[in-house]
């Protein structure tokens, strides 16, 4: 094995991971008793964290080498973004901070396409005619649906449905591409994470009342699968 392809990190050992995920699940399941209870307290000092220790799991579990950088770049700086949503959704009864929270989700969305494109798309474009174009069609029927009765927000809504629409179908690519449980679990990933954002879409656009819970259940899961299928790209190979 030559040098640039060692790793360059030691991943988590077992001791580790279970200390991350007993602290990471309980962060999770009391922002979700906050939001169920509608704790403004511990909403606000639970859900700034989510995303940050799914981002330092990932990275502390990667094992970095020259030919799937890129893949890792990608999904940390998506993290970022990921964040920056989390932080202004918390304040989105302002239409200002509501678009600062649509348009960093749709940063996050479009790295993370970047890091899927890499994975499994790159080199294969067949794909992107059978799986992509088909949902992106989908998607922007569904972005009209839930945004196209605000004049302001209509096409950002509209934007957004179609760029996580080529996530979406990128994780779907990927599950038929690779065929193993990591492949599924980054499809249910982006399903779980369309699942969220219509949810907060036909919340505000369309005046459904959906619980907060049930927006933050399908969000913490969808970060998380997409994290963990996707830390197969960071394996040593043998």
């Known amino acids: ?19 991350f995920w007993l602290i990471f699940i309980s962060i999770s399941l009391l922002n979700l008793f906050g ?17 940050p220790f799914i981002a330092i799991y990932f990275s502390t579990s990667w094992q970095e080498k020259s030919e799937n950088s890129i893949i890792y770049k990608s999904m940390m700086i998506g993290f970022f973004f990921a964040w920056l949503g989390d932080l202004y959704m918390m304040f989105s009864v302002d239409m200002e901070i509501m678009v600062l929270a649509l348009v960093s989700f749709l940063i996050c969305h479009i790295l993370y396409s970047i890091a899927l494109f890499f994975s499994s798309v790159k080199g294969d474009y067949k794909w992107i005619f059978i799986v ?25 809504v509209m934007l957004y449905s179609i760029v996580i629409s080529i996530m979406f179908s990128f994780t779907v690519i990927r599950m038929f591409r690779i065929k193993n449980i ?15 954002d219509m949810m907060i879409g036909f919340k505000n656009f369309q005046s459904y009342h959906i619980p907060e819970t049930y927006i933050m259940v399908a969000y913490i899961l969808s970060q998380v699968c997409i994290t963990r299928g996707m830390l197969t790209e960071g394996e040593a190979k043998a």
């Open 35 to 51: 939001n169920h209870i509608e704790n403004e307290f511990l909403i606000t000092y639970t859900k700034p964290f989510i995303v």
């Open 132 to 156: 992509t174009l088909p949902l992106i069609a989908v998607g922007a029927f569904l972005g009209h649906k839930i945004g196209g009765n605000d004049k302001v927000m209509a096409v950002p």
């Open 1 to 19: 094995m030559s040098e640039s392809s060692k790793a360059v990190k030691e991943p988590l050992n077992r001791s580790q991971k279970n200390v």
């Open 182 to 196: 990591w492949g599924v679990l980054t499809c249910i990933g982006g399903l779980l994470f369309i699942c969220s």
